[in-house]
Nanobody, 124 residues
């Protein structure tokens, strides 16, 4: 069993920055594809960024050039650095782990473990 715990959300003005962290338990974290999803009120959950065990990354078009995903396998953590934040980035952000690690999956149903989520609010 894997547990994921996010931290780092909060309220920030447009143009500001936040760094989200996700701490994982479990022996096989290093093999998992890790993703950051977000869900805004009334909208579907979407994959924002993901990173494979080897460090390959994916970014949604809406965040390219502004967000950076990274991982530190030694301490079983994954991060999402968010810069130039916009009001439309407001959402609950959740980290997720895909234990099959066959590649970066876009669909949330392909991820096996989820954190509780952390709120990010960007004011205009």
């Amino acid at each position: 069993q894997v547990q994921l715990v996010e931290s780092g959300g909060g309220l920030v003005q447009a143009g500001g920055s936040l760094r989200l962290s996700c701490a994982a338990s479990g022996r096989t974290f290093n093999n998992y594809v890790m993703g950051w999803f977000r869900q805004a009120p009334g909208k579907e959950r979407e994959l924002v960024a993901a990173i494979t065990s080897g460090g390959s990354t994916y970014y949604a078009d809406s965040v390219k050039g502004r967000f950076t995903i990274s991982r530190d396998n030694a301490i079983k953590s994954v991060y999402l650095s968010m810069n130039s934040l916009k009001p439309e980035d407001t959402a609950v952000y959740s980290c997720a782990a895909d234990r099959r690690s066959l590649g970066i999956e876009m669909r949330s149903s392909e991820y096996d473990y989820w954190g509780q989520g952390t709120q990010v609010t960007v004011s205009s």
